[in-house]
């Protein structure tokens, strides 16, 4: 039997890696409907108390993962902008000061938002922290990553596309499950522009109490998609992410990003890369420079996990936003392949996807090949567009199913990538179905850096000189005994 499944894993694994044997899901769920939470329902509750901080959300606040972010409003009044925090529960030894801002959309009045970055933590560690102020304080906790190193474990939720419906709450509640430590957040929150006037804000506050149940207690990494833009000239709003720049902080100057837009962080043993498909990007633009410097600091023997997220899939067998990310792809695509990108992950289309490893570099209008061809120097590409939110699933695949396609499906759900070490990966996509997370499609990620024959055959050479180094000291003082 355990033949079998050797035999069975080999065969799937053969499939991966040479990019054949697509699989188009003919799984159809009787999902809830795809309409917003009502306002008064349990999920949108304001913590008790005068002023009480709500809508608590952390993500990381420097390059490294010593330093996090935690961001709130308080609805009546400013209230503190202290932090306290400490190692022990209701110990807090230390205290950051943070900023307060606010800002109005048409006639919505925002509660006052307060960002404060808390660093120099030390790594592996669990902090608790308390914001606001007298009986109406709150507290909560945060586990910071391990120190940067090539074979550090580490577990990524992929969540893209959330909204703000039953189904969306269902993602979330099954993430919370999984077991994973950070969220990397691909784009269209909480689809407050879908309303219209005062509602837009109020929306934003609906959704920042619904995930504050998972983002108060670890880091969320932000990307934005269209659905933050509400460009809204009608109501007299013109400027673009107007809401989304209030509330949602990033730490962009960390890494020389001159805008909140598109950054980097490295979090355990990956380096992850946050692009904007909203934002100018084609060559000479701040985007465009800055990610050319920003691949050249990746250090893979210190960060093996390359890791880009965006919110448009430049791959895409979808008929909902079928060749939106093509001109971004041209741009960027030919560093994703030279600099041996693990994986690229993106949302915009409500529904799963993901490739074989491939690549069209070659086509030049004039000469080469015009379609994509498998490349094992390309990332796999993977849409988890399917957060739950109220505008519906995208059911409509193309046919055939191109041959870079390796697996879809229009559900709702969220992903997991788990960093075993510096060589491997495991990931899968968990279907909410009918209530339950259910494991639908996995495979095992072999790193672009380290699955290098030379490089592995170093590694192992390297291993057993330690293992030498340990066990000859042990067998002397044998022989002297």
């Not at 490294?64 to 209701?90: C, H, R």
């Not at 909140?260 to 990956?270: E, G, H, I, N």
């Not at 094992?376 to 988890?384: L, R």
């Not at 055959?457 to 000189?465: P, Q, Y």
Request: hydrophobic share 35%; net charge neutral.
């Amino acid at each position: 039997m355990g033949f079998v499944l050797l035999l069975l894993q080999f065969v799937f694994l053969s499939f991966v890696d040479n990019g054949s044997a697509g699989v188009t899901s003919a799984f159809i769920r009787s999902e809830w409907p795809s309409t917003d939470i009502p306002l008064d329902n349990e999920a949108f509750i304001a913590p008790k108390g005068y002023n009480a901080p709500q809508q608590v959300h952390i993500t990381q606040g420097d390059y490294d993962g010593k330093a996090v972010i935690i961001s709130w409003l308080t609805a009546e009044a400013p209230g503190s902008k202290i932090v306290q925090y400490g190692k022990s529960k209701n110990k807090y030894e230390f205290t950051a000061q943070g900023t307060m801002t606010n800002y109005t959309f048409y006639n919505y009045k925002s509660g006052y938002i307060h960002h404060c970055l808390v660093d120099d933590l030390e790594y592996d560690s669990k902090y608790f922290y308390k914001i606001g102020d007298g009986d109406s304080a709150r507290e909560f906790w945060f586990q910071t990553p391990s120190e940067i190193n090539p074979d550090a474990p580490y577990t990524f939720g992929i969540i893209g596309d959330l909204g703000q419906t039953y189904n969306s709450l269902s993602t979330i509640e099954h993430y919370m499950q999984s077991g994973g430590q950070t969220v990397l957040f691909l784009g269209d929150l909480s689809y407050a522009d879908r309303y219209q006037y005062n509602d837009v804000g109020v929306r934003w506050d609906t959704w920042g109490r619904l995930v504050e149940r998972s983002t108060a207690y670890q880091p969320w990494i932000w990307s934005a998609g269209n659905h933050e833009i509400e460009y809204m000239p009608y109501m007299g709003e013109v400027i673009p992410f107007k809401s989304y720049l209030h509330r949602y902080s990033t730490p962009y100057a960390a890494s020389k990003s001159t805008s909140p837009f598109w950054y980097a962080v490295r979090r355990a043993s990956a380096h992850i890369i946050v692009l904007s498909s909203y934002s100018p990007f084609v060559k000479y633009t701040p985007q465009w420079r800055w990610l050319r410097e920003e691949f050249k600091r990746v250090d893979r023997e210190k960060t093996p996990w390359l890791i880009v997220i965006m919110h448009v899939p430049i791959y895409n067998s979808n008929e909902a936003h079928f060749m939106e990310g093509e001109s971004m792809r041209t741009v960027v695509e030919r560093w994703f392949v030279h600099y041996k990108v693990d994986v690229v992950f993106a949302g915009h289309v409500h529904a799963y996807e993901r490739s074989y490893r491939i690549s069209n570099i070659h086509y030049n209008i004039s000469s080469g090949d015009p379609f994509p061809i498998p490349d094992k120097s390309a990332p796999v590409y993977i849409t988890v567009g399917d957060g739950g939110n109220q505008e519906g699933l995208a059911g409509r695949f193309r046919d055939p199913q191109p041959d870079y396609s390796a697996f879809r499906e229009a559900s709702y759900g969220h992903s997991i990538l788990e960093i075993k070490n510096r060589t491997h990966a495991f990931y899968h996509w968990n279907r909410n179905d009918d209530g339950n997370r259910v494991p639908t499609d996995s495979f095992t990620l072999h790193n672009q850096y380290w699955g290098n024959n030379r490089r592995r055959r170093k590694l192992n050479k390297n291993h057993l000189h330690t293992v030498i180094s340990q066990v000859l000291p042990l067998a002397d003082g044998l022989r002297r005994r």
